[in-house]
């Protein structure tokens, strides 16, 4: 029972040196890593495209650059016109105005035919 007791004591120690040197080694190796950052919370670099969009306000394709909520606000301003020629039982045609190049391409972009 003695040597029992002992060496289950031993092997705790053990075991608590190896988890003591683990932790070590894993804190040198996180200090190394740290040291060769230039900063933790440096500013992120914009790219050249990234800076032209925001001068010209123009992404690549030559749309203007605008926010979710206005881009859908120009959707609606598609018009469309209803004809009927007659009375009651008269010919009725139905004309769907020509979107503007942004509206066509969210129109493309969404998969819907306008």
Known sequence: MCFSACLHTTLRRAAHVRVTQSAAVRRGRA????????????????????RAKEQSKRTAEGLPVMSFQRLLSHLPTLTQTHLRFGDRHALEVHQLG?????QQCVFDLLGVKP
Do not use: W
């Open 98 to 102: 020509v979107p503007i190049a942004l």
């Open 31 to 50: 200090r190394r890593a740290e040291a060769l950052r230039l900063s933790v919370v440096a500013a992120a670099q914009r790219s050249a495209g990234a």
